[in-house]
């Protein structure tokens, strides 16, 4: 599995807990999205399931498991009896998949897959005394259907059972849910850190690359992979020059739509997506009074137009001129500069 960097703290709490031999049996794991909550949750997940089939026996300090373990083995066939984990399932689009394309993803965790967990649940595990399931992301159940249904399991859970949550935005979710949940907190990773995470997932990768999308990741690997091999750093300038100048005529903006809104670019289309808040964002460090206020709208405006092309599947062409029209705004006009 990969490596787990930047989460000592967490490591260090659930190996506690563990070692107390009475684990809480439903953990949040709430922190930004894309900074490796995922990873630690099947790294503790395979960990406590090995733990129950041969106490006392693994390394100390660390969720590591030999490769050698049997609990290691089943758990990277996908085929370990004692665990579930529960995602959301591709949509069923022949049209979409047919040139091979990725599928695209439901828009949430259904009531009827929380409910598949019953006969799971209604028996023994197998090879321990223990079961673990992973919800990615809790923040994606079905409400209010899917929701109830895992809070049942929750308030109610058979012995040895141990929920993992995942969650980018606990406020989200039923406060009944966030209350039966023991809270592992995860912040952005240092950029040490961070390049460590990006070199072993990417060892062909040279050092400009790696420092480029570190920069870009802000403290999340799983977003700055998501940026990899897209140019994110010529979409950055791009829009840093339309707020540093403006875009009067509308050729620079014209020139990103041309770019990003071939079916081909959709990879960089939605990374321009995710980008324009954040130049945005960048920009408010350096703005006081008015100008700041500017900034802050745009700001706003920017993130709901960009849920809305998600969302909406809006017109990639039309968006991305919109986007740059709304960063266009920060150049700074004859009476801000006056002022």
């Given at each position: 599995m990969t490596m787990l960097r930047g989460h000592q703290p967490a490591i260090e709490a659930l190996l506690a807990a563990n070692a107390s031999g009475a684990i809480h049996h439903a953990w949040l794991l709430a922190g930004p999205q894309g900074v490796g909550k995922g990873t630690f949750a099947r790294a503790a997940a395979l960990r406590l399931l090995a733990e129950g089939?041969?106490?006392?026996?693994?390394?100390?300090?660390?969720?590591e498991v030999p490769a050698s373990h049997q609990a290691a083995a089943l758990f990277a066939a996908g085929s370990h009896?004692?665990?579930?984990?529960?995602?959301?399932?591709?949509?069923?689009?022949?049209?979409?998949?047919?040139?091979?394309?990725?599928?695209?993803?439901?828009?949430?965790?259904?009531?009827?897959?929380v409910r598949s967990l019953g006969p799971f649940l209604?028996?023994?595990?197998?090879?321990?005394?223990r079961r673990v399931i992973v919800i990615d992301a809790a923040d994606e159940l079905e409400r209010p259907g899917a929701s109830n249904a895992l809070l049942k399991s929750l308030e109610e859970p058979p012995s040895g059972t141990i929920f993992l949550l995942i969650s980018h935005a606990p406020g989200r979710l039923l406060p009944t849910?966030?209350?039966?949940?023991?809270?592992?907190?995860f912040n952005p990773l240092s950029d040490a850190d961070m390049a460590g995470v990006l070199g072993d997932a990417m060892p062909d990768a040279d050092g400009?690359?790696?420092?480029?999308?570190?920069?870009?990741?802000?403290?999340?690997?799983?977003?700055?992979?998501?940026?990899?091999?897209?140019?994110?750093?010529?979409i950055d300038a791009a829009l840093e020059a339309i707020a540093r100048d403006g875009d009067r005529s509308a050729t620079r903006r014209a020139a990103l739509a041309r770019q990003?809104?071939?079916?081909?670019?959709?990879?960089?289309?939605?990374?321009?997506?995710?980008?324009?808040p954040s130049v945005i964002a960048r920009a408010a460090g350096m703005r006081t009074g008015e100008d700041l206020r500017v900034v802050l709208d745009a700001y706003d405006e920017s993130r709901q137009v960009a849920a809305a092309a998600r969302g909406l599947s809006l017109d990639p062409q039309g968006t991305?001129?919109?986007?740059?029209?709304?960063?266009?705004?920060?150049?700074?006009?004859?009476?801000?500069?006056?002022?």
């Open positions: 089939m041969t106490p006392g026996s693994l390394p100390s300090g660390t969720l009896p004692d665990y579930r984990e529960l995602q959301r399932l591709p949509k069923k689009d022949p049209a979409k998949t047919a040139d091979g394309a990725s599928e695209e993803l439901a828009r949430s965790i259904t009531v009827d897959q209604g028996v023994k595990p197998s090879l321990s005394p849910i966030r209350s039966r949940c023991r809270v592992l907190r400009e690359e790696i420092a480029t999308l570190v920069r870009f990741g802000e403290g999340a690997p799983g977003k700055a992979l998501g940026y990899a091999g897209l140019e994110i750093g010529e990003l809104s071939p079916k081909a670019a959709q990879p960089r289309y939605e990374a321009f997506l995710d980008r324009v991305v001129h919109e986007l740059a029209g709304i960063v266009a705004r920060l150049a700074p006009t004859d009476d801000r500069r006056r002022g």
